[in-house]
T-cell receptor
Framework: QKEVEQDPGPLSVPEGAIVSLNCTYS??????FMWYRQYSRKGPELLMY????GNKEDGRFTAQVDKSSKYISLFIRDSQPSDSATYLC?????????????FGKGTKLSVIP | ETGVTQTPRHLVMGMTNKKSLKCEQH?????MYWYKQSAKKPLELMFV???????ENNSVPSRFSPECPNSSHLFLHLHTLQPEDSALYLC?????????????FGDGTRLSIL
């Protein structure tokens, strides 16, 4: 079983839709959870990060972590064509190993005008 | 100039060539990283430097040789590469210290091995 599972998509939604992106993981030691956005021909850009369980909101983006289910989600409200990108989840343990990020494969999202 | 800058953006080389990738960060960070991104695979961490000292080598073949002369610059020296080494090579940097230190990425070097 891979450490982090992420559906690669592609996912295509109409403009204005609510988008739900998800990752599951197997390592119960993961404490930090991140979402990166990667546009074509660009490097990953950090969107949000959270520690342990709970929700975090930033504008149209909401990150959720359910450690009991080993499941994390990123919700995008009122999606825009500019949100079209690949979204990568990443996670790490706390302490000395926190720099070791384990990434999902990424989900490619297209928002259609 | 701000952020993490990688040069060149694209590189085509033969299997017997020697080349180097360069990364420079202007964020005042002390940790720098090399990642490999291949199609349909997750990002793979290759090397980590913390305050110019290599702290991680994730079983990377010796044909990849990193160098970190100071906290702002990171190089990846390449020699005798294989076709399966064709990928996007990403550099990242972060602050050092306790707790999560978010990593900031450059736009990568797209490497093609002929």
């Amino acid at each position: 079983q891979k450490e982090v599972e992420q559906d690669p998509g592609p996912l295509s939604v109409p403009e204005g839709a609510i988008v739900s992106l998800n990752c599951t993981y197997s390592n119960s030691a993961f404490q930090y959870f991140m979402w990166y956005r990667q546009y074509s021909r660009k490097g990953p850009e950090l969107l949000m990060y959270t520690y342990s369980s709970g929700n975090k909101e930033d504008g149209r983006f909401t990150a959720q972590v359910d450690k009991s289910s080993k499941y994390i989600s990123l919700f995008i409200r009122d999606s825009q064509p500019s949100d079209s990108a690949t979204y990568l989840c990443a996670m790490s343990v706390s302490g000395a190993g926190s720099y070791q990020l384990t990434f999902g494969k990424g989900t490619k999202l297209s928002v259609i005008p | 100039e701000t952020g993490v800058t990688q040069t060149p953006r694209h590189l085509v080389m033969g299997m017997t060539n020697k080349k180097s990738l360069k990364c420079e960060q202007h964020l005042g960070h002390n940790a720098m990283y090399w990642y490999k991104q291949s199609a349909k695979k997750p990002l793979e961490l290759m090397f980590v430097y913390n305050f110019k000292e290599q702290t991680e080598n994730n079983s990377v073949p010796s044909r990849f040789s990193p160098e970190c002369p100071n906290s702002s610059h990171l190089f990846l020296h390449l020699h005798t590469l294989q076709p399966e080494d064709s990928a996007l090579y990403l550099c990242a940097s972060s602050a050092s210290g306790g707790g999560i230190q978010p990593q900031h990425f450059g736009d990568g070097t797209r490497l093609s091995i002929l």
